[in-house]
Every structure is written in C-alpha cells, then in structure tokens.
C-alpha cells in the first residue's frame, strides 16, 4: 500500500529544490549588482531569501528522512528545528518591515533618501530578530519529550504553548503587513492624483 509520505515527500521535495534555486539566484544578483546591493529593499527582499534558503534546506533533511521512514522525536525536532524556527520568525516580521520601508518611501520619501544604513538597518531588523530569539528561547522551556512523530516540521518541531503564540504573532504580522500595503497603495493613489490634479505652471 502506497503511504501519504511516499506520495507527499517527492512532489515537496521537488517544489523545494525550485525554491532553492530561486533564493540562490536572488541572493547572487543582489550581491553582484550594484544597484540591489545598495537599495535599502533589495537588501531586506535578499535577507528574507536567505531565511527562506535555511527553512528550505532544514525541509529538504526531514524530507529526506521520511522518505527513509525514519521517526525522530519531538525533542529531536526541536532541536533539528532551531535555525529553521529562527529563519522562519524573521521572515515573518521581515515582510513586515519592508511594507513599511514601501510606506515610509512613498509617504516621506525625504527621510527614507537620507537616512543612514546604520540607523536603518538596525531599527528593520530588530523585531524579526526579538521575534526569533523569543520564540527559540521559549522553545526550550516548553520543549516536549521523547513521542515519535513521522515528520519533523516547524508546527512539530514546538511545544504547545509556544506554537500557539508564535501562529499568533505570526497572523497578527501578516494582517498588519497587508493593512500597511493597502495603507501604501492609498497614500501613492492619492500621491498620484494630488500631480494630476495640480495646475501646470504656463510660459509667460
């Protein structure tokens, strides 16, 4: 009898490798060019494409050993699991801080041109960062025992308590991003209609 995971495993794995590819690709242009390597966005669209590399990779390992049918423990999960829970936290909040880098851009684009990179940086990455050290240090106070589990994944990988709170905080983020995008879209439509509507000065 074919199983779930004989079935699973290989489309996933495949769909990863693409991913893989993807986020290497990014991450050399953004790294050769120039003019990515300098943009504040760029730069931020390159972290997240890293973060998202080690969750791939961490995928392709547990792929790898359910396809092998081995069961890990939870505990082992975890542990198997931290750069990957870490990556995947300041991702999360990553997408957050570049709606707000489009934001700022559009609604004080002054600012956002002077600012300086040591300013910047620091201030985009420290929630992403806060969020991925909370959620692994938690992680070891809430770490579960020695149940097997077939797959090791991020849900798996953490303790009940700490699950909840990380889907929590990461729903929470996702919503906020989408109403800062929308908030983004509003301000360039209005933006754009303030410059159609202004007069145009006529030669005297």
Known sequence: MVSVTSVYAPLSLGIVLVGIFGNISLITVTLITKQFRVNRC????????????????????NLSLALLQVSVSKLSCFYFMISADFCLCVQTFLMLSIAVDRLIAIVIPVWYKTVKPVIYFPISCFLPVFFGFLIIV?????????????????????????????????????????????????????????RLLKPKNKAI
């Not at 730069?43 to 080690?54: G, M, N, R, V």
């Not at 809430?142 to 849900?155: F, Q, R, S, T, W």
């Not at 995008?181 to 301000?187: F, L, P, Q, R, S």
């Open 42 to 61: 760029s730069i931020l669209l390159a972290l997240i494409a890293f973060c998202d590399l080690i969750l791939e990779l961490s995928t392709v390992r």
């Open 138 to 194: 938690l992680g070891f106070f809430h770490a579960e025992g020695d149940m097997i589990i077939p797959i090791c994944n991020v849900p798996l990988s953490m303790g009940e308590p700490v699950y909840c709170l990380w889907n929590r905080i990461s729903i929470g983020a996702i919503w906020i991003t989408i109403l800062i995008y929308v908030a983004a879209g509003i301000a360039l439509l209005y933006k754009g209609t303030q």
